[in-house]
T-cell receptor
């Protein structure tokens, strides 16, 4: 069965700290996509990154980086030197190649960055 | 940029009322989705539509119906609202023709049923 687990319900850090949000997934498909979305207090989910199952290369975008490891079925997200504007709920999601319209979302991790 | 708009940010209705939530997109995307978001449960798919007048049930369709008469508009209908339908409702779209498959979301409608 397909499943995405975000075990961290809520994390609080002080500004400038690094923080890693964990995402573990389950799928029997060999071709799949993983996503991270950010939901700020305004409510709209903002797409951050997509990674397909054949590309295990880690990615860095400014202060954001993602570590995809198929061996542990994990797709973790690290924010370096966190800022107050990073405060949001972050969702990890999985979709499988045979059905792009079906997304499996984790329950989300609420990140609080305090000044 | 994809723009997905929802008719209301906040809505308060009474039990038994018929409720319409509207979603409009301007990017000619074939696929549209309705989710509800509840604390600790993440996003759950209610219905989606892959073409005009076409729809498929998601994980939690009970108590809801949908309508897609035009490509750009996807409506979620609560025939008789109940208090357990108090939630945040999110609309999303996805392009069929592109190789990438991320979904783009609207700002959400926070519905309270009294």
């Amino acid at each position: 069965a397909q499943k995405v687990t975000q075990a961290q319900t809520e994390i609080s850090v002080v500004e400038k700290e690094d923080v890693t949000l964990d995402c573990v997934y389950e799928t029997r498909d060999t071709t799949y996509y993983l996503f991270w979305y950010k939901q700020p207090p305004s409510g709209e989910l903002v797409f951050l990154i997509r990674r397909n199952s054949f590309d295990e290369q880690n990615e860095i975008s400014g202060r954001y980086s993602w570590n995809f490891q198929k061996s542990t079925s994990s797709f973790n997200f690290t924010i370096t030197a966190s800022q107050v504007v990073d405060s949001a709920v972050y969702f990890c999601a999985l979709s499988e190649a045979y059905n792009f319209n079906k997304f499996y979302f984790g329950s989300g991790t609420k990140l609080n960055v305090k000044p | 940029d994809v723009k997905v708009t929802q008719s209301s940010r906040y809505l308060v209705k009474r039990t038994g009322e018929k409720v319409f939530l509207e979603c409009v997109q301007d990017m000619d995307h074939e696929n549209m989705f309705w989710y509800r978001q509840d604390p600790g449960l993440g996003l759950r798919l209610i219905y989606f539509s892959y073409d005009v007048k076409m729809k498929e049930k998601g994980d939690i369709p009970e108590g809801y119906s949908v309508s897609r008469e035009k490509k750009e508009r996807f409506s979620l209908i609560l025939e008789s609202a109940s208090t357990n339908q108090t939630s945040m409702y999110l609309c999303a779209t996805r392009a069929e023709r592109e190789r990438t498959n991320e979904q783009f979301f609207g700002p959400g409608t926070r519905l309270t049923v009294l």
